[in-house]
């Protein structure tokens, strides 16, 4: 079993900064893709980007690339997400998600974080 706990949200200026973080606990998310996504009021939750378990490839979806880059620290257990640049309709709950190597969908999910961006 893996808990995650998202943290660094908050309320940001358009073109501000944000790092959110996902720590994990009860296991190590060294065999794990991990991803972020995104929830905005009255929508879908929504990819934002993913890295593999040792971080060799990233992938963002085409709204966020160029402003955000998710990193990881397995000596840490934890996940980061750097969001520049920061745009109102960026606004949403972070969800960060962990997805073993042989899930074909994510098998842990934190319980988000918020992000207002305001303009």
């Known amino acids: 079993q ?11 200026q358009a073109g501000g900064s944000l790092r959110l973080s996902c720590a994990a ?3 190590t998310l060294r065999s794990y893709t991990m991803g972020w996504f995104r929830q905005a009021p009255g929508k879908e939750r929504q990819f ?6 040792n971080g ?11 402003r955000f880059t ?13 969001m520049n640049s920061l745009k109102p309709e960026d606004t949403a ?7 073993s190597m042989v899930a074909t969908s994510y098998d842990y999910w934190g319980q988000g974080t918020q992000v207002t961006v305001s303009s």
Request: with cysteine; glycine share 10%.
């Open 56 to 66: 060799d490839i990233t992938t963002y979806t085409d709204s966020v690339k160029g």
């Open 25 to 27: 606990s009860g296991r």
């Open 2 to 12: 893996v808990q995650l706990v998202e943290s660094g949200g908050g309320l940001v």
């Open 70 to 82: 998710i990193f990881r620290d397995n000596a840490k257990n934890t996940v980061y997400l750097q």
């Open 93 to 99: 709950v972070y969800y960060c998600a962990a997805k």
């Open 48 to 53: 934002v980007a993913r890295i593999t378990w």
